[in-house]
């Protein structure tokens, strides 16, 4: 009876005589051996002997791994017959029929795989050279378990020995065991332990027969790293159905095993070029990992108000988050829901086609990387993949932005503040701003003020029904009274009586001021205010001022200089980026910071708000202040 190795043996050979490479030639490394006696003389494989001390263990290990697997290829070998036969049969013929019914009926015990095929993808073929590549590793194999000594020199990497230990476990049957955990990125066999590698294949067999038994990611991993290595099996129909039967298996309660599976799932069938079928399964979807759109929105085609805000986030443009936003998030995203509602009621009244008006086709090329994030020990490259993708239309980003800032301004009114954002509410339904804010009001959602009513970002200021005994004029900040009523509580606020002749005076000075302009809406938006010589030429506009009543854009405007007014001119996007805006105005002496906190000191006494704010890497104008931004524009233009 031929006897085992034993450990002991490897350690004192290793210690003793590693300098010739006896321990090598004790686990059958021949060639590493070899060049061990024959640098000997040097004295480095001394040292390299005894480093190797260290790997006994796992070389014992593998060893007795080896003979296990021999003898039970030597148990389940059926004796031959020596019974002699009529029929004469060619021996290499018979050998292998032999082998051939023996691996079906191993297989037919270990697991039915017609049972686990889904009909859709029955007709899935092996390509050939998957099944070449497969069969050059499975030789190869093969020629390794030979009892006899060889001398090979091979590279390995970390994919290929997975290919090989794949096949080595192919048909390796699970018996029932404890669970034990296992986290590890890029999983291969290698990385178990011999209780990791029993609960897996008892998982495995489980699987197979269709109970999917709760585990970790890196389990269920690597029996995808089997599938799409098709080293587990070579079945393209058996490898796809069984990927799908994982995803649907675990897809809730393992979530971040879905969006490896459908990627690799698509990626197995535009290898076999099922272009079709890949479509369902995201070709053409993100190819470049941008945003999905039209599917997120096939999928709550009934009901838009239910794609969640991260995704309409994506799709507005040209918003910056305003102070007010910020405190009232929440009920700005309530109030954008139901816009959403309501303006998919009006266009499903009026008969119109939001898929049609928001979504156009695009022919698009695309390559795909295979495989991406997978231990792959076989070829399989890219391919370029030609495919049609609905996308999104300019009208689309338009719309939905205008619907979220008219919802940001119908929060707004609902919280009793007049100052409204600028909004192209021409993009949307007629009345639709008064109708959501009806819609808000009678839902209850939040509290509303009844006295709230719906105001233009711009407002024409409309002369006033001037009584004679006067009206009240509050003053400029740090501004003092010459007259102050004695006494007076400090809460009140003060008060200047205009008589008649003071009325006609201010009349005849704002008619002298009118006069340098010609208009025809004069006689209808004339208003008595006190100004001084302004430095930006506005004729034939009325005066134009924010909604709020404790702001002055007019006087705004009148404090700034022309080198100012210039500065803000080049903020035709709204944005700059803070280098080139810093380098600018240090070319003319200034620190930049000096001079925009000059402007946003001047916008803080005439709007009480900054002008110009910093975020990230942009200065970028206060969204709620775009008007002045406009109204310099249109003076610099007329």
């Not at 019974?83 to 049969?89: D, L, S």
């Not at 719906?454 to 010459?482: C, D, M, W, Y």
């Not at 969204?623 to 003076?635: F, G, H, M, Q």
Request: aromatic share 14%.
């Amino acid at each position: 009876m031929k006897r085992g190795k034993s450990k002991t043996v490897g350690y004192a050979l290793a210690f003793f005589f590693g300098g010739l490479g006896a321990h090598l030639f004790y686990y059958g490394k021949y060639l590493r051996g070899i060049l061990y006696l024959a640098f000997s003389w040097t004295g480095i494989p001394i040292l390299l002997g005894w480093i190797d001390m260290f790997f006994i263990h796992k070389w014992h290990q593998q060893y007795l791994e080896s003979q296990e697997n021999s003898s039970k290829f030597l148990q389940e070998k059926p004796l031959q017959s020596i019974t002699p036969r009529v029929e004469k049969t060619r021996p290499e013929k018979v050998e292998s029929e032999k082998s051939v019914l023996s691996y079906r009926e191993n297989e037919m015990m270990f697991y039915r795989k017609e049972e686990i095929i889904l009909p859709e993808y029955a007709y899935l073929k092996t390509p050939s050279y998957i099944k070449e590549e497969i069969q050059q590793i499975k030789k190869s194999f093969k020629h390794k378990d030979l009892n006899r000594p060889v001398i090979e020199i091979s590279f390995h990497s970390h994919e290929t020995y997975f290919m090989e230990d794949s096949i080595k476990y192919a048909n390796q049957m699970g018996v029932k065991t404890e669970f034990v955990p296992l986290q590890v990125y890029w999983t291969t066999f290698r990385d178990l332990d011999e209780k990791q590698k029993k609960w897996y294949f008892y998982w495995r067999h489980q699987t197979l027969k269709g109970n999917y038994l709760d585990t970790d990611l890196s389990y269920v991993i690597l029996f995808a790293y089997e599938l799409i290595n098709y080293t587990f099996n070579q079945n393209a129909a058996f490898n796809v159905s069984m990927l799908v039967r994982l995803q649907q298996a675990y897809k809730e309660r393992i979530p971040n095993l879905d969006r490896y599976l459908s990627e690799w799932i698509r990626d197995m069938l535009i290898e076999l070029n099922e272009i079709e079928l890949a479509r369902k399964w995201g070709l053409g979807a993100e190819p470049y990992y941008q945003t999905n759109f039209y599917q997120i929105f096939k999928d709550h085609e009934k009901d838009i108000s239910q794609i969640p805000i991260k995704e309409w986030q994506k799709v507005i443009r040209g918003y910056s988050e305003t102070n007010f936003f910020e405190m009232n998030k929440q009920k700005v995203y309530i109030t954008f829901k139901e816009a959403l509602k309501l303006f998919q009621k009006i266009n499903i009244e009026e008969g119109l086609d939001l898929e049609k008006a928001w979504f156009k086709q695009e022919k698009k090329t695309a390559t795909y990387y295979l495989f991406k994030s997978a231990v792959i020990g076989r070829n399989v490259g890219s391919r370029v993949i030609e495919y049609t993708e609905y996308v999104p239309t300019e009208y689309f980003y338009n719309e939905i932005t205008a619907l979220f800032r008219v919802s940001e301004n119908v929060t707004r009114l609902c919280n009793g503040i007049k100052r409204q954002i600028q909004a192209n509410e021409e993009l949307l339904p007629p009345n639709f701003k008064k109708r959501l804010l009806e819609e808000m009001k009678n839902k209850k959602v939040y509290k509303t003020d009844e006295d709230v009513g719906i105001k233009s970002r711009f407002s024409h200021i409309v002369t006033a029904k001037i009584e004679e005994k006067g009206s009240q004029i509050p003053p400029k900040p740090n501004e003092t009274l010459e007259t102050k009523i004695a006494n007076n509580d400090s809460n009140k606020s003060w008060r200047t009586e205009l008589n008649g002749k003071q009325v006609e005076a201010l009349k005849q000075r704002h008619q002298a001021f009118l006069s340098e302009f010609s208009s025809d809406e004069q006689d209808e938006d004339k208003q008595m205010f006190d100004v001084e010589k302004t430095k930006l030429n506005i004729p034939e506009r009325p005066t134009i001022t924010l909604s709020d009543d404790d702001v002055d854009v007019e006087g705004f405007l009148s404090s700034l200089t022309e080198e100012e007014i210039k500065f803000i001119s080049t903020f035709s996007s709204k944005r700059r980026r803070i280098d080139v805006v810093n380098d600018e105005i240090r070319d003319k002496g200034i620190p930049a910071a000096v001079f925009i906190n000059e402007i946003n000191t001047k916008a803080e006494e005439y709007l009480d708000d900054v002008f110009i704010e910093q975020i990230d890497d942009d200065y970028v104008i206060n969204e709620e202040l775009i008007c002045v931004l406009e109204e310099i524009e249109r003076s610099k233009a007329i």
